[in-house]
């Protein structure tokens, strides 16, 4: 202030001079004077003593003093030399009179003697010598940004201690986008501002503004006093979270494992403090997506919790909300498009299957429809179908994923009956799947296979005699088809044997095939047939085939020797005629026998069991020839009597005795004696019978055998008779008793028998000599073409036998 003082004191000296004068006039009795306040020390306020009309000595000579009433200060001071008042002490008027406008210093001027009080009235005058001043250093605003426009904001007032016109005046604002100014003076007048919003703040523009408010006051000179206005913009939650993108794409693949990143949404919020604090969540999800992903509130992380899978959904289409402290929310679309793996195997559906195959079926026949599926996409669905090797089957891709299950060759059931076929299905992910499936497949049967004889052919051996329903032998046809296609059935191809149905003679268990005998064989009859099995199966049309079987009838001993000749006793008179000059081994007769069984069975031996005179003939074991052992003598009886036994070899062995009789006599005359030696009964008349007999039998069989030539000379294929001597009969007469197995005999050369047939008169002995070739075996044949080709007969020691035969065989009655 003192500063300020002489600045504007002396330029206006003579203006206060004047001022003062003008106030020392105007007072009555005491004195008053008007001076600034700040004068300098020893300034001049006045002079006294002028002012009484007393000189200067006159106030020092009475003892002049001033008091200031009240203060211990005094502040003037008198000259009692000059009698002017002068300044002692600096006199600032804020102090003495603070804010009052007026401002009086009382002075008594007391003069002694005589005693006189003056009363000087010392008007201080302001001065501008202080600033207006605010109360703080800063003022400091706190605004929220949503603040209206035309808000008024009261600011401090500032203040000046000077009074009257150097007080405040007016106030004045930096000049800025957001604010006026509005002055204002309260009901004291005091001045105060108030800050006026001009136009809306923004925090999120402008979050503290700083403004110089200045208060000037009235001067002269005008001093002025400024402060910072600080205003902070608060925030209001005006701002919405912002995403950093509208759209958020991403791409995942599958079977992601849980708690993996998707990916991380962001948005930002321009607010500030919890108007800015942005959370995440999700809007409005499906309750399976829930589940899939979750987001992080604070971070905006969206990562997998459960299990994605393509083939369930490949899209999603998910909202993000970003909402701020005080729910402000703005969305956003997070797009996750799944990435296929190849996690799916294909899946091999048969959608139809014909489980029965017939095993007829061509090669190509389709029996089944595979569709396979796979869920992946693009290469991860392609599938390609396979079937195992080495089966007859193969896969045909018809149309896109299906196939045909055909056949690719001919079926056999027999062989294989049914197929695991395992399809394969493989896609082509990386790395592939695959999978299979296994169909089975039945072949059904076909009758496509006849029953088959285990045995190209059967033979039976049966024994003669052998007990009607005995069983023969067994046949076994297989038929591999199944059940009734396969099951066999047996019969008897209808034939006959000898004329007559073969089932007269053989019976067959159809279900088992063992054959029976319905009745018993006699080998002497027939020694073989052939009988032709069929074995049929059931199938429809039923196959079949057929087996012959061979039965051979075994030869039992049952035929004793027969005795052709001699006759046998009491039937016949023959009597053999010995030549008394036979010499020792001459043949004198021979026994000849037959068996109709046959081998061992029909082996003769020949023995003499009782003679006359035991030493003159011997029979040979097996030739049956009977030959002096001796010569014979004049001694010797006329006659000879021999039984000879014949018997067969067989086991048992069987056999038959007869008598042969012998006459030793050179001559015919001696025959009647025989009458007596032999035949008791014989008589003439018989003797006479036989002889017409004799020759009526050979006059007729003449006939008869001139007319078979003539016959048979015309029918060159007719059989030929054989002769021999005077008597033969042809071949066709005779009964089938006697046959031989043909190509069996071991013995075969050793048992070439001549065979004699007898007619069954037994009084009419006729010889039939034919080889064993032409002895037939069966009744029913036509004689062979080779009949009596050979008409000669062996005995057993293989010599001609016909000569002897035809030279002994004479008739007892011709004798
Ligand atoms: C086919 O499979 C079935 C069941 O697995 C089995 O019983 C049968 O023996 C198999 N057949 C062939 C021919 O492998
Ligand atoms: C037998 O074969 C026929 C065809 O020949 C067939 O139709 C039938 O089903 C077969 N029977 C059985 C039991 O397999
Ligand atoms: C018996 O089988 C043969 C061949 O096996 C055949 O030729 C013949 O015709 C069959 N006979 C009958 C009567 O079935």
Redesign the pocket.
């Known amino acids: 202030m003192k500063t300020g003082f002489s600045s504007f004191l002396f330029p206006n000296g003579m203006l206060w001079v004047a001022f003062l004068i003008i106030g020392f006039r105007g007072s009555h009795g005491d004195f008053t004077y008007s001076i600034p306040e700040e004068m300098k020390r020893g300034a001049v306020v006045g002079n006294i003593a002028k002012d009484l009309g007393l000189d200067a000595r006159g106030l020092s000579l009475r003892n002049a003093r001033i008091d200031l009433k009240g203060s211990r200060k005094r502040y003037c001071e008198l000259n009692a030399q000059t009698g002017q008042l002068m300044i002692a002490e600096r006199i600032d008027r804020e102090e003495i009179c603070s804010s009052k406008t007026t401002c009086p210093l009382k002075y008594e001027l007391l003069l002694e003697n005589p005693l006189e009080l003056h009363n000087i009235l010392l008007q201080i005058q302001d001065i501008n010598d202080n600033s207006p001043q605010f109360p703080n250093d800063e003022i400091k605003l706190l605004i929220p940004e949503s603040a209206n426009k035309g808000a008024r904001f009261p600011l401090d007032v500032a203040h000046d201690s000077d009074v009257g016109r150097n007080s405040i005046q007016s106030y004045s604002l930096e000049k800025n986008d957001h604010f006026t100014l509005s002055v204002q003076s309260n009901s004291d007048g005091v001045k105060y501002s108030e800050l006026v919003l001009d136009k809306e703040l923004d925090r999120e523009q402008q979050h503290d503004l700083s403004l110089l408010l200045t208060a000037i006051d009235g001067g002269p000179p005008q001093r002025s006093g400024s402060v910072t206005i600080h205003v902070t913009v608060l925030d209001v939650n005006d701002n919405l979270p912002v995403f950093s993108q509208p759209l958020y794409q991403v791409s995942l693949p599958e079977n992601s494992p849980l708690g993996i990143s998707v990916i991380t949404v962001s948005a930002t919020d321009a607010d500030e403090g919890a108007n800015g604090h942005v959370t995440y969540e999700f809007s409005l999800l499906a309750g399976r997506v829930a589940k899939l992903f979750t987001i992080d509130k604070v971070t905006g992380e969206i990562t997998v919790s459960g299990q994605i899978d393509f083939e369930e959904e490949s899209h999603y289409e998910i909202r993000v909300q970003a909402k701020d402290g005080s729910g402000l929310a703005s969305s956003a679309k997070v797009v996750i498009d799944v990435s296929d793996v190849n996690d799916n195997a294909p899946v091999i559906n048969v959608k139809s299957l014909k489980n029965l195959i017939p095993e007829n079926a061509a090669p190509g026949t389709e029996v089944g429809i595979i569709n396979v599926q796979d869920e992946d996409s693009e290469g991860n669905r392609q599938v390609r179908c396979t079937i195992q090797q080495n089966v007859p089957f193969k896969l045909i891709s018809s149309i896109e994923n299906y196939y045909s299950l055909v056949t690719t060759g001919e079926l056999d059931r027999e062989h294989?009956t049914?197929?695991?076929v395992t399809l394969i299905a493989t896609d082509e992910g990386s790395p592939p799947l695959s999978s299979s499936k296994?169909v089975?497949l039945s072949v059904s049967d076909v009758n496509d296979n006849p029953p088959v004889f285990e045995e190209q052919s059967y033979s039976a051996y049966v024994t003669e005699n052998n007990k009607p329903g005995s069983s023969v032998c067994s046949v076994t046809a297989r038929d591999p088809d199944w059940r009734q296609n396969g099951t066999v059935f047996y019969s008897l191809l209808p034939s006959e044997v000898n004329g007559v149905p073969v089932s007269s003679y053989l019976s067959i268990n159809g279900d088992t095939g063992v054959i029976h005998a319905v009745r018993p064989f006699d080998y002497e009859q027939f020694r073989s047939f052939k009988v032709q099995v069929v074995a049929r199966d059931n199938g429809s049309p039923p196959l079949s085939s057929n087996v012959t079987v061979s039965v051979f009838i075994t030869d039992e001993n049952d035929n004793s020797p027969q005795i052709l000749y001699p006759t046998p006793e009491g039937n016949s008179f023959m009597t053999e005629m010995v030549p008394k000059a036979a010499l020792s081994g001459s043949l004198v007769s021979k026994v000849i026998a037959v068996d109709a069984d046959s081998g061992q069975n029909a082996w003769l031996s020949y023995q003499i069991v009782k003679s006359t005179d035991p030493g003159l003939f011997s029979i040979g074991l097996h030739s049956g020839e009977i030959r002096a052992q001796r010569d014979i003598s004049e001694s010797d009886s006329m006659k000879q009597n021999l039984v000879i036994s014949v018997k067969d070899n067989g086991q048992p062995s069987l056999s038959t005795t007869c008598a042969v009789y012998l006459l030793i006599s050179d001559n015919l005359a001696e025959v009647p004696e025989l009458k007596d030696m032999s035949y008791e009964e014989s008589n003439s008349k018989l003797t006479s019978y036989l002889i017409i007999a004799l020759v009526s039998v050979s006059t007729f069989f003449l006939t008869f055998i001139i007319l078979i030539i003539a016959v048979r000379l015309c029918h060159r294929r007719k059989p030929r008779l054989l002769f021999d001597g005077a008597v033969a009969i042809p071949s066709a007469y005779l009964p089938p008793n006697y046959a031989d197995i043909d190509g069996t005999g071991t013995l075969r050369s050793a048992y070439n028998y001549d065979a004699y047939m007898t007619t069954g008169s037994r009084t009419s002995d006729f010889k039939f000599v034919t080889s064993y070739n032409d002895n037939t075996l069966f009744a029913g044949n036509t004689l062979p073409k080779n009949l009596g080709q050979s008409s000669e007969c062996l005995d057993f020691t293989g010599s001609k036998c016909s000569t002897l035969v035809r030279h002994n065989l004479f008739y007892h009655s011709i004798l």
């Open positions: 294989i049914d197929y695991n296994t089975h």
